[in-house]
């Protein structure tokens, strides 16, 4: 015994004391937690992995996917095993000649059709130059060398099926049998034949259709011929030609002249040396008619009903196991012959593979001409027509096709969600399989195949008949492709609960062929006569049943399908249990297959040859918004065709032919999408901003509207390496558009901000700030052009104190510049507020310039002697005068100084000099200006504090929270700025005293004495300017307005500061200047109003006109001086003209004083407070 092999030490105490069970437990419950902490792992794998960054999926890319396709490492050999060995042998023989026709097929399916289909593509004729046309063929010449080995291979397996069934079928009487046929028919064995025979049909088709391949082709022989001339040139041996000529013709001979098929049928069935007789062999000609016949019947029954699955192909191998039995035994049969030119009628073309096209009609007549002729000529031709009208009722219904199965493939959807999140009741488990069962064949899958037919036959039959498509046509078709995407969608989104779902579902039917069988079986073993027959029979059933008990792979249901041909002889089955097995076995076949079937059947290669009907795609998505989501399908489907370019072996590439694809696809999406939403868009967002204009009708109920922010809730999509955000692209264009428009013209930043903002809102974009210096439309004059070019604005413009305004003095155009508060505030807005003591800075500089000059002037003997003059005059003659200084003497100052010289302009110096105080006088408008527009700024920019008597200290609340070190900054750097705006805002500097306390001193010093006679130049000075003034404003109503002006209130805010520099408001005021020339306007009036009264008894006109003209002319005058008192006055009035010099000095000793002794109380009362904190 094993127990007594175990040492003493490892026995166990025999007597349970209850700790292996609670042992146990502890255990099971930490597994417990373990599973729950892994389910709840993969539970937030699987939530990441779900609603991934796209809704387009691909199955390469899957991180983890799941093979439903069952698999298993027995051989044949090992499955294939029964007490009968002759039996044992038969089958395996077939199922490995039938595994290797799948394999064949395989290989043509995926590496040699799409290897042709695609040679040539990829360069389009623009960018060919010479001789790429034979370097390409130069790449291929190694695959049509694989393919002549593959045919060849395809040529030997065909011979050995041939034989091996010919083998078992014996006509001859006196040979013995290998095993009984009488009643066996091994169908499967036809079937797989004739799926190599639509290989080789297709490989035939493919290359026929090709013209580039045939004429390139051409051109390499031709290159040959040339090289064979002069073989050194191209450093190639001449030995070395002739085989590779032999070769290449070989190659054409082979596969190039459409012989393929051909070729295969005409094969020497016949073993020469005695082995098996074929063509002689009447009992197996009548078993291949009888099996072709069987196979139609199953096939036309469904071919073109809704419950068709893979009929059109098997039709196909129909065709050509037909012409092959022709071929062979040289005998046909009419009716048949006919029965399947009849198919024609149901099925006008069949497409092979992606945009081949095969015609059974043309095919049947063209290899059998014989029986063709046996034909009227009306029947043929009617197939014909046939084929035009099917093509025209396609046309029309297939809108109404598209609304059908829109509605089927949505309420399949809904079943597919309902039956897959129900929860599986035990009670009903059978039912609720079978349920599944059936929607995801009879239903999913079906749809599939008859929407994906739909799609090929239409579309590839107006390729080939060169006939056009409508647009209605093209977008029901492109509809369908995306029904055709969603179904494969569908299955791939539950591939979870289906993959569990299958299982079962094999597991069942399993469970119904096998309780078939054994029912068989017992009926068999039963009958006690045992005939080697009836052993076939039963060992047959044994092998299906055995083989029945595993996975259901595809070489298990093949010998499955191998036996039940024997097995199903003798009526060992009744009638009424066949059919439901044989539909047991083919539900098998489609379960088991379920996942590759769907990818086949949804699979869109062939839109590569038809990607013509993008762009009106594209048209049709962007005018109906509605369902934008239904890109994610067509991209996916475009994306099919990636797999099968990867065998293109014509380019040094095949990643070349993907970039010209990628590329091609690309730029289509946004001429036709990407672009014209973009210009809609800003269009849309343009005219929005713009509503005060006179704009279009922009009414929706008249003119419609399109809802393009359905474009911007889509996911990304998927296409090769990259996600086309459509969101982001339109963003991306839109904040590079608003972006240059506002460098090229800065002044429409507000304009665009709110653009931004309305896309925000609309569209729900998240724009970039363009972060852009931002002008206002009113900006005029910016403060840096003007500080820069202080000396030229101040001549060129003209102040005006009350409205704060300056005036172009003369331009070009027909308008005038004008400069205000609000454009300097908005210029300081955009370059920040240091750019006011910058002005300043160099308003200064100015001013010191300007000053030297005066200084100059003031010192010039001529006038100093004269103002000296002036002066002693005034004096000696104020006290008979009434102390006001006489107008007489202003204007006889006037006069004299002309005398002293005049520019060419006709200007005198005195004109030259009121100038030079205008200009220092605008100087001095432009800073007061400057100092309203930074308080008009700020206050802006305040707006938005709530109480500005109780401003919160951000630092301190930060510190109190104990947030982190960058807020504290931020904080910190807040409460800077708003303390900032708040003295700004609330006091502004005063750069008047700033400017006159730098130059006063200066002024006031006994070296510049010669400046303390401004006082006395004044009243000229006016006389001057209010000549010159009155002269501007009459050039206002002439045509002719050079030097026209209404505003010069530099000149008064000049003589205001100068004489505030030169603290003589005193010295002027006593000269009374202003009441002696209105005294003297006053008494000229009252004179010529006295002379009117005269007049008007005389009636002289003319004298009365004149005097008129006089009375006038003294009225503007008074008016003009009194103007002018005005605006000194105002002037005077920002420089404290209240207050002398030395009245200042004592006002600002008082206040010393007074901050020295309030500083002194705050020191002692922290004196005193001392002890009391002691």
Known sequence: MAVETLSPDWEFDRVDDGSQKIHAEVQLKNYGKFLEEYTSQLRRIEDALDDSIGDVWDFNLDPIALKLLPYEQSSLLELIKTENKVLNKVITVYAALCCEIKKLKYEAETKFYNGLLFYGEGATNASMVEGDCQIQMGRFISFLQELSCFVTRCYEVVMNVVHQLAALYISNKIAPKIIETTGVHFQTMYEHLGELLTVLLTLDEIIDNHITLKDHWTMYKRLLKSVHHNPSKFGIQEEKLKPFEKFLLKLEGQLLDG???????????????????????????????????????????????????????????????????????????????????????????????????????????????????????????????????????????????????????????????????????????????????????????????????????????????????????????????????????????????????????????????????????????????????????????????????????????????????????????????????????????????????????????????????????????????????????????????????????????????????????????????????????????????????????????????????????????????????????????????????????????????????????????????????????????????????????????LYNLNNQIFIERTSNNKHLNTINIRHIANSIRTHGTGIMNTTVNFTYQFLKKKFYIFSQFMYDEHIKSRLIKDIRFFREIKDQNDHKYPFDRAEKFNRGIRKLGITPEGQSYLDQFRQLISQIGNAMGYVRMIRSGGLHCSSNAIRFVPDLEDIVNFEELVKEEGLAEETLKAARHLDSVLSDHTRNSAEGTEYFKMLVDVFAPEFRRPKNIHLRNFYIIVPPLTLNFVEHSISCKEKLNKKNKIGAAFTDDGFAMGVAYILKLLDQYREFDSLHWFQSVREKYLKEIRAVAKQQNVQSASQDEKLLQTMNLTQKRLDVYLQEFELLYFSLSSARIFFRADKTAAEENQEKKEKEEETKTSNGDLSDSAVSADPVVK
């Not at 073993?271 to 196979?295: D, M, P």
């Not at 499955?560 to 041909?565: D, E, G, N, Y």
């Open 259 to 797: 012989m393929i098929f051909q070729a295969c049928i005409e094969q020497q069935f016949d073993s020469l040396n005695g082995g098996v007789s074929v063509s002689k062999n009447s009992t197996f000609a009548e078993e291949f008619a009888h099996s072709i016949r069987s196979i139609f019947a199953n096939v036309e029954a469904k071919l073109g009903e809704p419950s068709e699955i893979d009929q059109r192909d098997k039709y196909v191998g129909i065709c050509g196991l037909f012409v092959l039995h022709f071929q062979i035994f040289r005998t046909i049969d009419k009716k048949f012959y006919k029965s399947l030119l009849d198919i024609c009628k149901k099925v006008p073309a069949i497409t092979l593979t992606a945009n081949i096209i095969w015609f059974p009609d043309s095919f049947l007549i063209q290899k059998i001409p014989a029986a063709a002729k046996l034909l009227d000529r009306k029947s043929l031709q009617a197939i014909k027509i046939h084929r035009d009208t099917f093509l025209q009722q396609k046309a029309q219904s297939l809108t109404k096709d598209v609304q059908s199965y829109y509605v089927f493939v949505s309420s399949w959807m809904m079943k597919m969600e309902s039956i897959l999140s129900k929860e599986q009741r035990m009670d009903k488990f059978a039912e609720d399989l079978t349920n599944r069962c059936n929607v995801f064949i009879q239903v999913g899958f079906l749809y599939a195949y008859s929407i994906s037919t739909i799609i090929k036959t239409t579309m590839n039959l107006y390729m080939s008949m060169q006939k056009p498509m409508t647009k209605t046509s093209v977008k029901a078709l492109c509809r369908l492709v995306e029904l055709l995407k969603a179904i494969e969608h569908m299955f791939y989104r539950r591939s979870m609960v289906v993959a569990d779902s299958v299982s079962h579902i094999t597991q069942h039917l399993q469970h119904q062929a096998l309780h078939s069988i054994s029912v068989a079986k017992k009926r068999v073993i039963s009958d006690k006569k045992y005939s080697e027959q009836r052993l076939d029979v039963l060992s047959a059933l044994v092998l299906a049943e055995n083989t029945l008990n595993g996975p259901s792979t595809k070489q298990r249901r093949l010998i499955v399908s191998l036996a039940l041909s024997v097995g199903t002889q003798m009526k060992t089955f009744k009638d009424e249990e066949l059919f439901p097995l044989q539909v047991v076995m083919k539900k098998l076949d489609l379960i088991s297959e379920l996942r590759e079937r769907v990818q086949t059947q949804c699979d869109c290669c062939f839109l590569y040859w038809h990607r013509a009907v993008f762009p009106i795609y594209l048209d049709d998505v962007y005018e109906n918004a509605v369902d934008a989501a239904r890109l994610h399908y067509m991209f996916s489907a475009l994306r099919d065709c990636v797999p099968a370019m990867m065998h293109a072996r014509h380019l040094e590439s095949y990643e070349i032919l993907l970039d010209c694809y990628d590329k091609e696809i690309m730029e289509i999406l946004n001429e036709h999408l990407l672009d014209k939403l973009c210009k809609e868009i800003e269009k849309d967002l343009r005219l929005s901003v713009h509503t005060h204009l006179k704009l279009d009708d922009r009414n929706p109920f008249k003119v419609g509207m399109k809802d393009l922010a359905l474009f911007f809730s889509l996911n990304p999509i998927r296409f090769f390496n990259r996600f086309i955000d459509i969101r982001a692209y339109v963003t991306h264009y839109l904040d590079k558009t608003f972006y240059n428009l506002t460098t090229v013209a800065l002044h429409d930043w507000a304009t665009y901000s709110e653009m931004r903002n309305l896309a925000t809102q609309r569209y729900g974009l998240v724009m970039t700030e363009a972060h852009l210096p931002s002008q206002t439309l009113e900006q005029g004059l910016d403060v840096l052009e003007i500080m820069r070019n202080i000396h030229i604005f101040v001549s060129r413009y």
